[in-house]
């Protein structure tokens, strides 16, 4: 299957800072990513749909200005936690839809990003 | 969004075959099966889908009723490895749906 990056795969930051997770599509392009978020023991929670060059589409309860997004490129997404702070800490994981090798329409899942505010 | 249900968790020993159920009774005609699983810190991977028929692939193979108001994965000799949270999820035949988790099964493999 294709190949979805992240980068770092784990961050610590002091609170009030902001921390940038990058999301990279390796060898396909990726028209659509998604942002999940996951806190320990329960499912990923979806916090956002972005389309290459506009303004991503966020779920109901996501503020939208504390988790910036950028979908530049059919190759990057970039998710900036502004101000972090401690309850911020969980597991962040990105996805990207593209056309697979068959023209379907698939979504792969990156490695995800552990990020810790102290 | 069409709603499965599943076990919060199941046990299975190593080597042996696993049947891991979903319910999804208010499937549409157009819905595909799909199943990911995620293992311990990692991101969800992609196991298998189907429509109507039973499918099988390298990791897993999908029994889906005749009603379509259930399936099954199937793994036919679990691993210490397979020790995951199996997500069971319904997604539209285009695929341009977005991917939405319930609270999965989480599979434990005893040695």
């Known amino acids: 299957g294709a190949v979805v990056s992240q980068h770092p795969s784990r961050v610590i930051c002091k609170s009030g800072t902001s921390v940038k997770i990058e999301c990279r599509s390796l060898d396909f392009q990726a028209t659509t990513m998604f942002w999940y978020r996951q806190f320990p023991k329960q499912s990923l929670m979806l916090m956002a749909t972005?389309?290459?060059?506009?303004?991503?589409?966020?779920e109901q309860g996501v503020e939208k200005d504390k988790f910036l997004i950028n979908h530049a490129s059919l190759t990057l997404s970039t998710l900036t936690v502004t101000s972090a702070h401690p309850e911020d800490s969980s597991f962040y994981i990105c996805?990207?839809?593209?056309?697979?090798?068959?023209?379907?329409?698939?979504?792969?899942f990156g490695p995800g990003t552990r990020l810790t505010v102290t | 969004d069409a709603k499965t249900t599943q076990p919060n968790s199941m046990e299975s020993n190593e080597e042996e075959p696993v049947h891991l159920p979903c319910n999804h009774s208010t499937i549409s005609g157009t819905d595909y099966i799909h199943w990911y699983r995620q293992l311990p810190s990692q991101g969800p991977e992609y196991v298998i889908h189907?429509?109507?028929s039973n499918v099988n692939n390298r990791m897993a193979s999908l029994a889906i009723a005749e009603d379509r108001k259930s399936s099954t994965l199937i793994l036919h000799r679990a691993t210490l490895r397979d020790a995951a949270v199996y997500y069971c999820i319904l997604r539209d035949v285009g695929g341009y749906d977005k991917v939405i988790f319930g609270p999965g099964t989480s599979l434990s493999v005893i040695p």
């Open positions: 996805s990207a839809r593209g056309r697979g090798r068959t023209g379907a329409s698939e979504q792969y």
């Open positions: 972005s389309n290459e060059g506009s303004k991503a589409t966020y």
């Open positions: 189907g429509l109507t």
